[in-house]
Nanobody
Framework: QVQLVESGGGLVQAGGSLRLSCAAS????????MGWYRQAPGNERELVAT???????NYADSVKGRFTISRDNAKNTVYLQMNNLKPEDTALYYCHADYINIWGHKYASWGQGTQVTVSS
């Protein structure tokens, strides 16, 4: 099974920036799509951005032009650069990965989340 560990969350003022990282660990796997989701209190978990193994990206409309997702396949790590943060970006941010084990079975893993708080 793949374990995902996020880092980089914190408290920032509106207009500021943060960079989230998520490292995948485990054995005998190949990661496909990685992504970031977020959940604010009282809301459902929503997609923020995803990136395929070949670098194709997808963003929620609310973050386009402000957030950038990237990945380092050699390190099995995905990043989320968040600029011009707004109070409505405040949420628990989760890393997600789709992967295949050596027997060709498909799985998905979630990280435990990292808190991002944007003050006005």
């Amino acid at each position: 099974q793949v374990q995902l560990v996020e880092s980089g969350g914190g408290l920032v003022q509106a207009g500021g920036s943060l960079r989230l990282s998520c490292a995948a660990s485990g054995t005998d796997f190949s990661i496909n799509t990685m992504g970031w989701y977020r959940q604010a209190p009282g809301n459902e978990r929503e997609l923020v951005a995803t990136i395929s193994s070949i670098g194709n990206t997808n963003y929620a409309d609310s973050v386009k032009g402000r957030f950038t997702i990237s990945r380092d396949n050699a390190k099995n790590t995905v990043y989320l650069q968040m600029n011009n943060l707004k109070p409505e970006d405040t949420a628990l941010y989760y890393c997600h990965a789709d992967y295949i084990n050596i027997w060709g079975h498909k799985y998905a893993s979630w990280g435990q989340g990292t808190q991002v708080t944007v003050s006005s």
